[in-house]
């Protein structure tokens, strides 16, 4: 507003219904009802000319007609946005203030509540850079995008929760003693998630990821009665009161959504659907090691660490033969599994499940492939070759894929 003529239209538009900023219909009802009179009209022209350069001079420059222009409905949104959300929309006492107060005033109580809000967090990941800065943001919610007082408080809402989050995930590291630097880009809600976990499974300190697989293995383990999981409601007690309603939102997630107690999902399997939700540190090699024999533990007795494809054919063999699993096997006994297959076919079906259920999760796929798509289709043509009689070309096939004690060797060893 730079001009009495600009404050004569408003007042001549005072009975339109239209969608004008707040100021405006708070300055129509003023002048209308007699609460603003023509001095202090006069009075907010000349600050709001002074302002208008003000703020022009922050944006762009006090020079340029347009940017004169864009200053002056900054000035207005501002106190619109203020105006409407100090008096919540009641124009008499919006009126009231605009008399009894400076212009500047109003749009610098704006501004205040854009910096207020902007401070707030926009995002729970410990140590996230905010989308924007102070002054982009201040450029676009004062201009393209001003806030409507819905708007406004619908996103203070939002951040005042978000700030709530943290808040609380902050309680929880440090009731269990987790240095604050070890967060950063860690979400708010995994670091509560965990927390939840640990005291649920009688633990004391935030876990690495052996750690978090035996903590999840110890809950299925007392849920397994009836495959729930169920926090009991004392577990929040010492909670303050102001971070009870996210804690507590967080279990109803962690009840409803993660399955932690499903009987039919693998552990490794659960772990690799859930892990990402929670907040895991870092370990060592021997978390690493320790991580895969927990998780993969009859894996880890049969294969005894030997990872090489023609440990785990023999392995696999074994398995669709009925035979004990082992990853080398007798002349012998090679070919009485060849003598199986020729008989029962192979039982491939319980390769796959051995895989599915005690392989490492992240080499499943690989296995299924090895077995099912490169040594199958092969050992199908080989091995159930009936002009083959004395096992020549079956027993060459199995000791070019799998691991054959030769005949002397057995003799030996017996």
């Known amino acids: 507003m730079s001009s009495m003529s600009s404050m004569s239209d408003m007042q001549r538009n005072i009975d339109v219904i239209d969608k004008r900023p707040f100021f405006e219909k708070a300055l129509g009802?003023?002048?209308k009802n007699g609460i603003l009179d023509q001095e202090k009209c006069r009075a907010m022209i000349a600050d709001a000319a002074k302002g208008t350069v003000q703020v022009a001079a922050f944006f762009g420059t006090s020079h340029l007609h347009t940017d004169?222009?864009?200053a002056r409905q900054r000035i207005v949104n501002l106190i619109s946005l203020y105006l409407e959300h100090t008096y919540n929309g009641d124009l008499?006492?919006?009126?009231?203030?605009?008399r009894d107060n400076t212009f500047l005033s109003h749009s610098r109580g704006g501004n205040e509540m854009l910096k207020a809000l902007h401070a707030l967090p926009d995002s729970t990941v410990f140590g996230d850079t905010k989308g924007q800065g102070l002054k982009e943001f201040q450029d676009?919610?004062?201009?393209?995008?001003?806030f409507s007082l819905s708007a406004y408080r619908k996103e203070r809402k939002a951040r005042e929760e978000t700030a709530t989050v943290i808040a609380a995930a902050l309680w929880f590291a440090d009731d269990m003693g987790l240095e604050r630097a070890v967060l950063d880009f860690a979400g708010a809600e995994t670091v509560i998630r965990t927390a939840l976990l640990v005291r649920l499974g009688g633990a004391d300190e935030f876990p690495n990821r052996l750690g978090f697989a035996k903590l999840i293995a110890t809950v299925r383990s007392d849920s397994a009665g009836n495959g729930k999981l169920k926090f009991p409601k004392q577990l929040l007690d010492d909670v303050p009161p102001e971070y009870r309603d996210v804690a507590g939102k967080v279990r109803r997630e962690i009840e409803k959504h993660d399955a932690l107690a499903d009987p039919a999902e693998a552990l490794d399997s659960l772990l690799n659907l859930v892990e990402l939700r929670y907040?895991?540190?870092e370990g060592g090699l021997e978390d690493v090691d320790g991580f895969d024999a927990l998780v993969s533990k009859e894996w880890h007795e049969v294969t005894k660490g030997k990872e090489d494809p023609y440990s785990r054919l023999t392995v696999f063999m074994c398995i669709a033969t009925g035979a004990k699993p082992k990853t080398t096997v007798s002349d012998t006994e090679a070919r009485a599994m060849i003598r199986q297959v020729r008989q029962h076919g192979f039982d491939s079906t319980a390769v796959a499940a051995f895989i599915r259920n005690s392989a490492p999760f992240e080499i499943k796929d690989n296995l299924?492939?090895?077995?099912?798509d490169e040594f199958l289709p092969d050992a199908q043509e080989y091995l159930v070759d009936d002009d083959d009689l004395k096992y020549a070309r079956a027993m060459k096939f199995l000791k070019e894929n799998c691991n054959i004690k030769v005949k002397q060797a057995a003799k030996e060893q017996k």
Do not use: I
């Open 29 to 31: 009802f003023g002048l």
């Open 68 to 70: 004169l222009e864009n």
């Open 368 to 372: 299924l492939s090895l077995w099912e």
């Open 92 to 98: 008499q006492k919006a009126a009231e203030s605009l």
């Open 279 to 281: 907040f895991v540190q």
């Open 140 to 146: 676009e919610r004062t201009l393209a995008k001003p």
